[in-house]
């Protein structure tokens, strides 16, 4: 891999990465409900299914899954009733201040947020109509794959976490303001709009790369 490719990816993942999407509005609601930490766990489990799905993209499994139509159906599908799920969560919260406490913790574990996060990225189909259709334009058929691989999957991740970090330190950056009385229920509604809207978009899509 050249270094000018590399550039081109690096922009690529950038742009991908700091769009706002549902793994960073899962990041924005653990880190107003649990804190830093448990939004590190479900970015971590976030970013850990969609490097798998770039894997897949990697290894040719990638093509197979959009070949099948029942398998691109499911993933769909169940990407679409999560999402609509965690909308309707929030908003039918009955939390009217973000209050970070050990109930949370208790409520919810690091490790359950963590596959909540996983569940999030990898139930999102569209991750495997970018990374199939693009992963494979970096890629240089003459040079070490798996070296190839390794900078273009830890590039990613690299960018992923961060941003998602980021997302998630602003949310708490911001939690002073949300601890007022009865505006926890306005974010949840805004927050839990979103999340279905997310879904909806999602219901959309079809294996044409659109």
């Known amino acids: 891999m050249t270094l000018e490719t590399w550039a081109y990816y690096i922009l690529t993942m950038l742009l991908l990465t700091s769009t706002p ?3 960073v509005l899962f990041s924005v609601s653990n880190s107003l409900k649990g804190g830093i930490k ?3 766990f479900g970015a971590l489990g976030g970013t850990t299914a969609i490097t798998g799905i770039m894997t897949l993209s990697f290894t040719g499994m ?3 899954i959009m070949a099948s139509e029942w398998m691109f159906i499911l993933i769909k599908w169940a990407g679409v009733a999560y999402l609509i799920y965690l909308g309707l969560n ?5 939390d009217e201040n973000y209050q970070v406490s050990n109930k949370d913790q208790v409520e919810q574990s690091y490790l359950a947020t963590y596959w909540s996060g996983f569940i999030v990225g990898a139930s999102n189909p ?3 109509l970018f990374f199939t259709a693009l ?4 890629i240089d058929p003459t040079a070490s794959l798996w070296e190839q691989y390794l900078i273009l999957s830890t590039t990613f991740i690299f960018f992923e976490m961060t941003w998602l970090m980021i997302y998630a330190y602003s949310a708490s950056k911001a939690l ?3 601890q007022q009385s009865g505006r926890a229920k306005v974010v949840n509604r805004i927050t ?4 279905i809207g997310a879904g909806a978009i999602l219901a959309t899509t079809s294996r044409a790369a659109d």
Do not use: R, V
């Open 21 to 23: 999407g549902p793994s």
């Open 38 to 40: 448990k939004a590190f």
């Open 62 to 64: 990638g093509m197979i």
């Open 90 to 94: 929030a908003i039918f919260s009955k």
């Open 126 to 128: 569209k991750a495997i």
């Open 135 to 138: 992963f494979p334009q970096f």
């Open 176 to 178: 002073p303001w949300l």
């Open 192 to 195: 839990g709009g979103l999340f």
